[in-house]
């Protein structure tokens, strides 16, 4: 239901919008992700930041946690002065648990949830929801798949019994089946393989964790989505829809009957016999690899490098977020200062891909007309380099710190986001959801930024050379070999 797709109007139009796409098809983005325009503040001398960590501290205690006899984790907070309420429902089911004949399984579920229950035939839930000028909307990642909504705190009786009735007896028929099969196919077409170099581009990268749960894409194959039964999805559904992979998570205004009616809808769900399968972390041997692609449709070249790091579970996880967003993310990054002045790309775009049980930090640069990818590649593999050597300063650790609380603590003005956090939280902060991932990050040292630089990123950069048809090759050779003010000139009057 949730486009996955990002759109990007930056000069060169075509080129901007067609290889962002490969990292936000590949990645599928989570509705975690925020914006950075408010979170640079100067970050305090003595980095004492407990202070503005308090308010995660409060609000944590006031979330009701319970986990009901099957296994569902739910968790309830209760806000002032609101008349909604936002539902997120997470299920520890994604691309990962898909077999081979079946990628894209967990994908299309998701578009079938949508589409009629046992009780709530055809489009009665999008009605509903409508008639109530309800919010709703899912995603589906590599690891799980979640639902999201936000109604009137009057309509959350009829909305959790919707709920349940879809998750717990969705209708897969082959007319339901047929259909959204042809919404999954159009949609694969028109971000995938209608858009230069993005089909080429995710079969790179999926292929370097080829063999693994994750070595597929979330969206699947043309074969298997078409290949789709009622009766397989069916068994796809008994298999992960269950209690004991979910979460629930309510944000708002919370009426004293809300957990009675939890129970009473969702309470008699019956776990499966067969066990929840268990996945370990993935073992790749991180080496430098260059790879290209041509692709006749491509509109200007462009270079993708990724470095494979680690899963959420890590205990490098924090030190990760911290360092991707220094090197490449945030607007006082490594890469956006050496880009203030006559930067050598027109474009970057940094999307983390962070699994439960594996990691990938990316980023995207378009060329100058007169700079070349080997160039780009080794501005950015100095960026790398420089944080492997030298250990950042205590202040710029600190403002690191503080960006990531700041974007903490704007989820809390936001009872979707924050309901949807609730529910992606992991299994050690199941009594800390907003203060555990906070101490992580606020416990990461210079030392350690330094030590996964080196341990993940230095003189092991995945590329990709994203390359158009070869006139435009050759157009794009003379112009990084004419004087640097000519080549200006020429791609300032085209822009």
């Not at 799980?144 to 717990?168: G, V």
């Not at 894409?217 to 039964?229: C, E, H, L, P, R």
């Not at 268990?278 to 200007?300: F, M, N, Q, T, Y």
Request: charge should be negative.
């Amino acid at each position: 239901m949730r486009s996955i797709v990002s759109k990007i109007t930056t000069f060169p139009l075509n080129i901007g919008t067609a290889v962002c796409k490969v990292l936000a098809i590949f990645s599928t983005l989570s509705a975690l992700t925020f914006p950075v325009s408010a979170q640079d503040r100067l970050a305090p001398q003595s980095c004492d930041l407990d202070a503005l960590a308090q308010p995660l501290y409060d609000a944590e205690q006031q979330i009701q946690y319970r986990q009901l006899d099957n296994g569902l984790q739910v968790r309830t907070l209760a806000l002032e002065n609101t008349q909604a309420v936002s539902i997120a429902s997470q299920f520890d089911v994604g691309s990962r648990n898909e077999i081979k004949g079946q990628t894209g399984y967990a994908h299309l579920f998701e578009h079938m949830l949508f589409k009629g229950s046992k009780h709530a035939p055809g489009d009665s839930y999008t009605q509903t929801m409508s008639a109530f000028s309800g919010q709703f909307n899912a995603s589906t990642f590599f690891d799980f798949t979640n639902y999201y909504l936000t109604i009137p705190s009057q309509a959350l009786e009829l909305s959790l019994w919707l709920e349940a009735d879809r998750f717990r007896y969705p209708m897969l028929n082959q007319t339901t089946v047929a259909n959204q099969q042809g919404a999954v196919l159009e949609e694969m077409a028109t971000s995938i393989d209608n858009q230069p170099y993005v089909r080429k581009a995710m079969a790179f990268l999926l292929a370097q964790v080829e063999g693994t749960p994750y070595g597929h894409a979330v969206i699947g194959s043309v074969a298997d989505v078409k290949a789709a039964t009622p009766e397989s999805l069916t068994a796809f559904h008994q298999r992960y829809y269950r209690p004991d992979a979910m979460q629930l998570s309510l944000v708002g205004d919370i009426p004293q009957q809300t957990h009675t009616w939890i129970d009473k809808q969702f309470g008699d769900w019956q776990v499966p016999e067969f066990e929840q399968p268990k996945l370990s972390d993935l073992v790749v041997e991180a080496k430098p690899v260059h790879g290209e692609i041509v692709d006749e449709r491509g509109p200007w070249p462009a270079v993708l490098l990724a470095w494979h790091t680690a899963g959420t579970g890590s205990a490098d996880a924090a030190a990760l977020t911290l360092l991707e967003a220094y090197l490449f993310q945030n607007k006082s990054s490594l890469l956006k200062a050496t880009s203030l002045n006559d930067p050598d790309q027109l474009l970057s775009y940094s999307i983390p891909l962070t699994m439960t049980h594996h990691g990938v930090t990316n980023l995207l640069l378009v060329p100058r007309a007169r700079t070349s990818l080997d160039t780009l590649t080794k501005n950015a593999e100095s960026l790398v380099a420089q944080v492997g050597n030298n250990q950042i300063t205590e202040q710029q650790l600190c403002q690191l710190k503080q960006i990531w609380l700041n974007q903490a603590l704007a989820r809390l003005d936001s009872p979707s986001l924050l309901s949807r956090y609730l529910s992606a939280g992991q299994p050690r902060d199941k009594m800390q959801p907003l203060t555990g991932p906070w101490q992580r990050i606020n416990a990461v040292t210079a030392a350690d930024l330094q030590r996964i630089s080196q341990q993940y990123f230095v003189g092991k950069t995945v590329r990709l050379d994203l390359l158009p048809p070869w006139y435009i090759r050759a157009t794009k050779s003379i112009l990084e070999v004419l004087p640097k003010g000519i080549t200006d000139s020429l791609e300032e009057s085209v822009m």
